[in-house]
């Protein structure tokens, strides 16, 4: 039931705009019809007022006009409320619209003034807030946009984008780990099927707080949740290489590759030239490495683990290429300028290194 909530409070808001507008469209239909048939009525009633009706006759006719004519002022009343009602929910939904168009174009304050202006309209539209939020990150004013997103879980607390907003804000913006894994977990109770929010608990787990085995558990259902949930697959394996679980993390890793549809994506490649090196499996670990080159030479790990890989076959001059590559990352250069020294002067470390 939760899981529906999200879905038609989610995907489906400009839907419910319509669903709305639809609705009153029909009540005022319906009103209109039953207003005319109390004037034919109405009409009916003053003929026979007119034909000349006896006195108890005419005091029933007057009693009956009385009260029809009461029941077509309160239809009246509510023609008014429908037209005024659809006259809301359009400049609500204007606003929002507006504040949507100028966070497109990057006019984030004018964003903020737009959603503000449905705000001011409709303080339960939780959507506005949310747009809020995002568009107050967006000028790096982190308090106001937690403020803003709480507005929207606060009126609508199974809206999961909402948490995982404010959790990404605690966790990349503020440092703020706890606050993050507290966040992501109230989404994680209000929809217990958001894969987003286990791989976003996960992403803290193992980036923050460095607790691989936590992240390995929310990483394994947010792809159980989602089977081909290429990033969770890739981070998965980043834990699982921590925790020396290196098998498990090559089956990750190549389910990164299988369900991904990003073009170019080297990342998994680098990673496992990673986990093969640790495995002693050079020739896999240098294949690996190259795949990942040859998408992005630039990729500094990939050209790490190539170089490893080389002089772990004996390449001892192509491990030094790949090293003087790495050298032009100013953070890798001293990592390499050592490497590069082991393969020089092996004789002086042993010969092994």
Not at 41 to 47: A, R, T, V
Not at 310 to 337: D, H, M, P, T
């Amino acid at each position: 039931m939760r899981r529906l909530n999200v879905l038609l409070t989610g995907a489906f808001t400009a839907l419910m705009f319509v669903l709305f507008l639809v609705n009153v469209a029909v009540s005022q239909d319906d009103l209109s019809q039953k207003k005319q048939e109390k004037m034919i009525k109405l009409q009916e009633i003053d003929n026979k007022l007119n034909a000349s009706p006896s006195k108890e006759e005419y005091d029933a006719l007057m009693e009956q006009r009385e009260k029809l004519a009461e029941e077509i002022r309160e239809i009246d009343k509510k023609l008014k409320a429908d037209v005024e009602a659809m006259k809301k929910i359009n400049a609500v939904k204007k606003a929002y619209n507006e504040g949507n168009t100028a966070y497109r174009l990057g006019q984030y304050q004018q964003a903020v003034s737009n959603y503000d202006k449905a705000i001011s309209m409709d303080s339960t539209f939780y959507k506005a807030y949310y747009g809020k939020g995002l568009a107050l990150k967006r000028m790096r004013k982190y308090k106001e946009a937690i403020k803003a997103h709480q507005g929207a879980v606060r009126h609508n607390p199974a809206y999961t984008e909402a948490y995982i907003a404010m959790g990404k804000i605690y966790s990349s913006r503020l440092g703020m780990a706890d606050k993050a894994i507290e966040t992501y977990k109230n989404a994680i109770e209000h929809d217990p099927s958001s894969h987003k929010a286990f791989y976003e608990l996960g992403a803290v787990y193992q980036n923050m707080k460095k607790n691989y085995r936590k992240a390995v558990e929310n990483f394994q259902k947010a792809t159980q949740l989602k089977n081909d949930y290429d990033l969770a697959f890739f981070s998965l394996g980043v834990s699982l290489t921590e925790l020396a679980r290196y098998d498990q993390a090559v089956v990750a890793f190549e389910n990164a590759l299988a369900f991904t549809n990003r073009k170019n994506w080297e990342d998994p490649h680098a990673r496992l030239a990673v986990v093969y090196n640790k495995q002693g499996n050079c020739s896999k670990a240098l294949e690996e490495a190259k795949l990942a080159l040859a998408i992005e030479k630039k990729d500094a790990l990939a050209a790490y683990e190539a170089g490893k890989a080389s002089k772990c076959l004996g390449q001892y001059n192509q491990a030094i290429s790949y090293f003087e590559n790495l050298k032009r990352n100013r953070q890798w250069r001293k990592v390499a300028e050592y490497e590069i020294d082991l393969i020089v002067n092996r004789d002086k470390y042993g010969g092994n290194n």
